[in-house]
């Protein structure tokens, strides 16, 4: 066990890849074996292979990391702390009675645990196309200057490890300046409103300088206001002057075109959770706060052997296996972090008015899941 101030809130019960080899909970060197047959492959334009090294074999000692073990971290949960929090959770909707809170009768609590195991990892996507903007006489970082480097020796600062991110940038010595091909180095084009006119036939007469109006079984001939009695107007697409500035080139005639990186940092997640027998909604156990057991993080990580629960030592061998596959033909990975945490999850079924309820108190912030509350009313507001 190593104390880790770095983590926020979190309990110094983390075990650590790189924790002291004395420390109580860490597995005895005997216990260490190596993995052998995964080899990973990484593109790096050379293609290499990264073999495990031995010292980050890691076997859980299983009579120290028993699951009745793990599971002692996990405070247990009472009848008062259990309605306390039903009562909270009730007083802060706006819709809720809290009669059934103070009066329900708590029958069973059944407290469970699940296991949720997580593979983090942190990629960089290098994408590169053509791209222009006009061009206003500036220096031309062309092939003049050298060859253009290959996307992945271009030296960009990235964001710190897990934190997403995107950047743009120029290719140095890709640039070049051609004529627009919009205008055809002209700047300017004429205007399709008019064809280059800069007056149009007035809609309101439809070019008749006059308008006419039935009056009375009569019929009026009046004055066209709108074009003054001219049955032309003057072009509102060009304001009257026939051409239109090139939106493209923005009149500049010429076009600086170069070469655009797009780099791109994702954070991608694996997540597994344990089965149960439970009702409980798995997206809930996906944003509740966990109680972490292991934490692992490295450049890449191993899959984990010998956890007390055989299926998660299989989705950490999953789950590395499929981000390896996914992201290190098309991307390069920067950073991977696997961790375990343990969710509570206590069941608690209660009586009200001669029926049975339940509610759920979950995650290590306690929060409260209650579907069939027997007092609620609509007071319009949206029940979440
Ligand atoms: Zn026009
Ligand atoms: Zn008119
Ligand atoms: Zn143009």
Same mark, same amino acid.
């Given at each position: #066990?190593?104390?880790?101030? @770095?983590?926020?809130?979190?309990k110094?019960? /983390?075990?650590d890849?790189?924790?002291?080899?004395?420390?109580?909970l860490?597995?005895?060197?005997?216990?260490?074996?190596?993995?052998?047959h995964?080899?990973w492959?990484?593109?790096?334009h050379s293609?290499?292979?990264?073999?495990?090294?031995?010292?980050v074999?890691?076997?859980?000692?299983?009579?120290?990391n028993?699951?009745?073990l793990?599971?002692?971290?996990?405070?247990?949960?009472?009848e008062? #702390?259990?309605?306390? #929090?039903?009562r909270?959770?009730?007083?802060?909707?706006?819709?809720?009675g809290?009669?059934a809170?103070?009066?329900?009768?708590?029958?069973?609590?059944?407290?469970?645990?699940?296991?949720?195991?997580r593979? @983090?990892?942190?990629?960089?996507?290098?994408?590169?196309e053509?791209?222009f903007?006009?061009?206003?006489?500036?220096?031309?970082?062309?092939?003049?200057?050298?060859?253009?480097?290959?996307?992945?020796?271009?030296?960009?600062?990235?964001?710190? #490890?897990?934190?997403?991110?995107?950047?743009k940038?120029?290719?140095?010595?890709?640039?070049?300046?051609?004529?627009?091909?919009k205008?055809?180095?002209? *700047?300017?084009?004429?205007?399709?409103?008019?064809?280059g006119?800069?007056?149009?036939?007035?809609? /309101?007469?439809?070019?008749?300088?006059?308008k006419?109006k039935?009056?009375?079984?009569?019929?009026h001939?009046?004055?066209?206001?709108?074009?003054?009695?001219?049955?032309?107007?003057?072009c509102?697409?060009?304001?009257?002057?026939?051409?239109?500035?090139?939106?493209?080139?923005? *009149?500049e005639?010429?076009?600086?075109?170069?070469?655009?990186l797009?780099?791109?940092?994702?954070?991608?997640?694996?997540?597994?959770?344990s089965?149960?027998?439970?009702?409980?909604?798995?997206?809930?156990?996906s944003?509740a706060?966990g109680?972490?057991i292991?934490?692992? @993080?490295?450049?890449?990580?191993?899959p984990?052997?010998?956890?007390?629960y055989?299926?998660?030592?299989?989705?950490?061998?999953?789950?590395?296996?499929?981000?390896?596959?996914a992201f290190?033909?098309t991307?390069?990975?920067?950073q991977?972090r696997?961790?375990?945490?343990?969710?509570?999850? /206590?069941?608690?079924h209660?009586?009200?008015?001669?029926?049975?309820y339940?509610y759920?108190?979950?995650?290590? @912030?306690?929060?409260?899941?209650?579907?069939?509350?027997?007092e609620?009313?609509?007071?319009?507001?949206?029940?979440?």
């Open positions: #066990m190593r104390m880790d101030p @770095e983590q926020n809130g979190e110094d019960t /983390t075990l890849l790189d924790s002291e080899p004395e420390s109580p860490t597995p005895p060197a005997d216990l260490l074996e190596p993995l052998g995964y080899e492959t990484f593109c790096d293609r290499k292979k990264i073999v495990p090294p031995p010292d074999m890691r076997k859980f000692s299983e009579q120290r028993s699951p009745v793990l599971e002692c971290r996990i405070p247990r949960m009472t008062d #702390m259990a309605r306390n #929090m039903l909270s959770f009730v007083h802060s909707k706006c819709c809720y809290n009669r809170a103070e009066e329900l009768v708590i029958q069973e609590l059944k407290q469970q645990t699940f296991y949720r195991y593979l @983090e990892t942190f990629n960089e996507t290098r994408l590169s053509w791209n903007e006009p061009y206003t006489n500036n220096l031309v970082d062309g092939p003049q200057n050298g060859s253009s480097p290959r996307l992945w020796d271009i030296n960009v600062q990235g964001p710190l #490890m897990f934190q997403e991110d995107t950047k940038c120029r290719v140095p010595h890709s640039s070049l300046v051609k004529e627009c091909h205008c055809h180095g002209r *700047g300017r084009y004429k205007c399709s409103g008019c064809h006119a800069g007056r149009m036939r007035c809609v /309101t007469c439809s070019g008749a300088k006059h006419t039935h009056q009375k079984h009569q019929k001939q009046k004055r066209c206001q709108m074009c003054s009695g001219t049955g032309r107007k003057r509102s697409t060009c304001s009257g002057r026939g051409n239109k500035t090139c939106a493209t080139c923005q *009149g005639k010429k076009l600086l075109h170069f070469i655009q797009l780099i791109t940092w994702k954070n991608n997640v694996y997540e597994f959770i089965e149960h027998q439970s009702k409980f909604p798995r997206e809930l156990l944003k706060i109680e972490n292991f934490k692992d @993080e490295n450049t890449l990580v191993y984990l052997v010998g956890f007390p055989p299926e998660i030592s299989l989705a950490s061998q999953r789950a590395i296996a499929e981000h390896n596959a290190t033909s991307s390069r990975i920067l991977q696997q961790t375990i945490e343990l969710i509570p999850v /206590t069941e608690v209660y009586q009200y008015a001669g029926k049975t339940l759920y108190v979950y995650g290590m @912030e306690n929060k409260v899941h209650a579907l069939d509350y027997p609620r009313y609509c007071c319009g507001c949206t029940i979440i």
